[in-house]
């Protein structure tokens, strides 16, 4: 037969009073009986301490398992919950507790009313004392896990008239009942483990708290072993380890702030900062797990380990350049892919700045800085300041809204990537002599328009404008060499000293003689001022580079028979004195052989290609440019002689091609080069960005100008603006390498 269960009660009434943070509690404990009672005395200590903020309260009965708490207005589960948690803890029931609480002006948080309510009932307990108790079933009743000491034992009749038995003087001999218990507990992701050391072997109650509210117990049989709390819900937790029941002298080993996380936390970027050849990453994840972060572009993967709070931060080495995606994931779940869109722009190592000063006349002035793009430019004088960024040719313009006075200083500091600054002061003369900044491919203002006006004066082949084109450059190297200067194309302060003064010889003045340039040449500065010439009369439709190869053979045979010259397809200096003169003969149409006959027969040949280009530019070819004269090509050609009145044998003739290279060609009928569209009309030029630049981009890969345009990226440059100009030579329209209404209502094949 199993002995009768036994627990513990109040000895006596029991009171308690500390203050925490102004507030003041006073705990009452009382056994009780009956739910009448604990009621009773509830009703008790509201009316005594009626003028308090709070009277909180719990009873417990051991007859029907009977347990009630209240919060009387405290918030939920910060003062019953807790007070009941101790006479659970200690075993103690037939006990009622009241705690009292004056507020005193400062809140104590959650955490705070849990420990202070949890302590008053603990001190009003321990003033009260306990005794174990047990029913005599059967003639006995046992008491169990008693420490060691002298007690005395009351035995109570149901029938109280009949009276109590004490016996005094009971020994009991030391158990080595242990003295504390140690508990670790790890919190992770949806679980808690509780490891348990105990002295003695006694049974331990494993408690789980949030909130102060006993959410899970588990009980260690012996005082050694692990429990494991399971599928918890992400939050804090605290755990409690006690003997059950408590043991006299041993308190409650207690874990708190237990973060237990989710199991699938995802991955979130919460920035992307770009800096000097790299790209900052920082965000949230799934704490000490790893993250893989790639970019598009330079897609590899840069492995980094998420800190125990679950943040991470990554720096990512990175080329200058634009990226577009960020990526992160975690390093063993590919489906937890996140993506940033944007636009990154990553600066190579930053561009030691240089200025050029334009307007210095009138006294005003125009600064031009000249670095990275991207780079943050601050300007200061003594009573101007501005800051911009440079665009994506690494320019900055800065117009000053005063006049300033002869030999002005201002000093112009550089902030870029990783924070470095850059400062440079320069001396600045307005309304007298003039400062002479370096001008070069790509300046703009007054001075370039000053440069190309006077070199126009004297004579060279350049029209005044403020922007400083390759026929700039190529005008300033004849200049240069007329004038014994070194012809690098960039017009310094000894080049525009020259220029400006009396002694400056003029184009008609130079006599000047040139050496022979022939195909397999390179290198040679005079070559870029050939092509670029040869590319403004429009006899070179391909890039400057400086190197003399088939195609720029063809433009100078082409630039010879034109002009009356014998055509060797040699440079020489008779045919250099008039490409650059006055008198040069534009070109007509395309003819760098006289106008070869092509036809199938020829099949490849690299005059093919420019016939392709000016039919497909009139509607005729609707293939591509690809220098094979096929079943396409003799189509065209058959369509455009018989739209224009010529013979129609499919063969491309001098005739078909003389009357194809003009003005007068008839374009095809309802001829588009483009599907039409719905887009609206937007001006494009140098410098753009978007989908209309990607559309004329992408028109004039149709229109048989990839060779210009590589792929339809959005940004308007070099390449698209070369394409522009050799489509609008190519179809008659005014070459300024400007897509404007009539070049795009030509490309499109529509009306804006």
């Given at each position: 037969m199993s002995a009768p269960q036994s627990y513990y009660v109040p000895v006596d009434a029991g009171e308690a009073e500390f203050t925490e943070k102004r507030s003041r509690f006073l705990g009452h404990v009382r056994r009780v009986e009956t739910e009448a009672e604990a009621r009773a005395f509830l009703d008790e200590m509201r009316k005594k301490y009626y003028d308090a903020r709070h009277n909180c309260w719990c009873y417990v009965l051991h007859e029907g398992g009977v347990v009630r708490y209240g919060d009387d207005g405290e918030p939920q589960g910060t003062a019953g919950q807790p007070m009941l948690n101790v006479f659970q803890r200690e075993g103690v029931e037939n006990v009622v507790c009241v705690v009292t609480r004056y507020f005193g002006g400062v809140l104590l948080g959650a955490g705070g009313l849990t420990r202070a309510y949890a302590k008053s009932a603990k001190d009003a307990l321990d003033a009260a004392g306990k005794a174990q108790t047990a029913k005599i079933v059967g003639g006995q009743a046992t008491f169990t896990e008693l420490a060691a000491g002298t007690y005395t034992l009351v035995i109570a009749y149901a029938d109280s008239s009949a009276g109590n038995k004490t016996i005094t003087g009971l020994t009991v001999e030391n158990k080595a009942v242990a003295q504390a218990i140690t508990a670790t507990a790890a919190a992770g992701v949806k679980r808690i483990d509780v490891d348990v050391t105990a002295a003695s072997p006694l049974n331990v109650a494993v408690s789980l708290l949030q909130n102060g509210q006993i959410r899970d117990t588990r009980a260690i049989a012996a005082g050694v072993g692990r429990v494991s709390f399971e599928n918890l819900a992400a939050g804090t937790y605290t755990v409690s380890v006690d003997y059950a029941p408590s043991q006299a002298g041993v308190s409650a080993t207690v874990v708190e702030n237990l973060n237990v996380t989710e199991q699938n936390v995802n991955i979130a970027i919460a920035g992307v900062t770009p800096g000097e050849n790299k790209l900052t990453v920082s965000g949230t994840a799934k704490p000490n797990e790893r993250i893989a972060i790639s970019t598009v572009p330079d897609g590899g993967n840069t492995i980094v380990n998420v800190d125990a709070n679950g943040k991470f931060s990554a720096e990512l080495a990175r080329t200058a350049g634009t990226y577009t995606e960020v990526s992160a994931q975690y390093v063993s779940d590919a489906a937890s892919r996140v993506t940033l869109k944007g636009t990154f722009v990553v600066t190579g190592t930053v561009t030691k700045p240089g200025l050029e000063v334009d307007d210095l006349y009138n006294n005003s002035l125009t600064v031009v800085a000249k670095t990275t793009a991207g780079v943050t430019v601050y300007l200061k004088t003594g009573d101007y300041e501005q800051t911009l960024v440079a665009d994506n040719r690494g320019i900055v313009r800065f117009t000053l809204p005063h006049t300033?006075?002869?030999?002005?200083?201002?000093?112009?500091?550089?902030?870029?990537?990783?924070?470095?600054?850059?400062?440079?002061?320069?001396?600045?003369?307005?309304?007298?002599?003039?400062?002479?900044?370096?001008?070069?491919?790509?300046?703009?203002?007054?001075?370039?328009?000053?440069?190309?006006?006077?070199?126009?004066?004297?004579?060279?082949?350049?029209?005044?404008?403020?922007?400083?084109?390759d026929s700039v450059a190529a005008a300033v190297r004849l200049f240069q060499s007329a004038n014994g200067l070194s012809a690098d194309g960039m017009a310094g302060k000894l080049t525009q000293e020259k220029l400006y003064s009396v002694s400056a010889i003029g184009y008609s003045e130079s006599g000047q003689t040139y050496p022979t340039l022939v195909r397999g040449d390179r290198g040679m500065a005079l070559l870029y001022t050939l092509q670029q010439r040869l590319k403004d009369l429009g006899y070179y439709t391909i890039r400057v580079d400086g190197i003399f190869g088939s195609g720029t053979q063809r433009a100078v045979r082409w630039f010879q028979s034109v002009n009356g010259l014998a055509v060797t397809g040699k440079a020489d200096s008779a045919t250099q004195q008039l490409l650059y003169s006055s008198q040069a003969k534009a070109a007509s149409g395309y003819s760098p052989d006289s106008y070869d006959t092509l036809s199938r027969s020829n099949r490849y040949n690299a005059n093919v290609v420019p016939l392709q280009r000016r039919l497909k530019a009139l509607g005729y070819l609707s293939g591509s440019v690809d220098g094979y004269f096929g079943s396409n090509t003799y189509r065209a050609v058959r369509s455009f002689q018989s739209r224009n009145g010529l013979a129609v044998t499919g063969v491309a003739d001098p005739g078909t091609q003389q009357l194809l290279y003009s003005s007068s060609a008839r374009p095809a009928s309802g001829s588009s080069s483009s599907s039409s569209s719905s887009t609206g009309y937007r001006l494009l030029y140098w410098g753009c960005k978007g989908d209309a630049v990607k559309r004329l981009q992408q028109a004039l890969i149709d229109a048989g100008y990839k060779s210009y345009v590589r792929s339809a990226d959005g940004i308007y440059g070099q390449w698209t603006y070369d394409a522009v100009r050799a489509y609008q030579k190519d179809v008659g329209l005014s070459v300024d390498g400007i897509a404007g209404r009539n070049t795009q209502n030509k490309l499109y094949g529509t009306k804006y």
């Open positions: 300033y006075a002869q030999g002005t200083r201002f000093t112009l500091t550089v902030y870029y990537g990783a924070g470095n600054t850059l400062s440079y002061t320069v001396d600045v003369t307005v309304g007298g002599t003039p400062y002479y900044t370096l001008l070069k491919r790509g300046s703009r203002g007054d001075g370039v328009y000053a440069l190309t006006s006077r070199l126009s004066e004297m004579g060279y082949p350049v029209s005044p404008t403020d922007y400083y084109s």
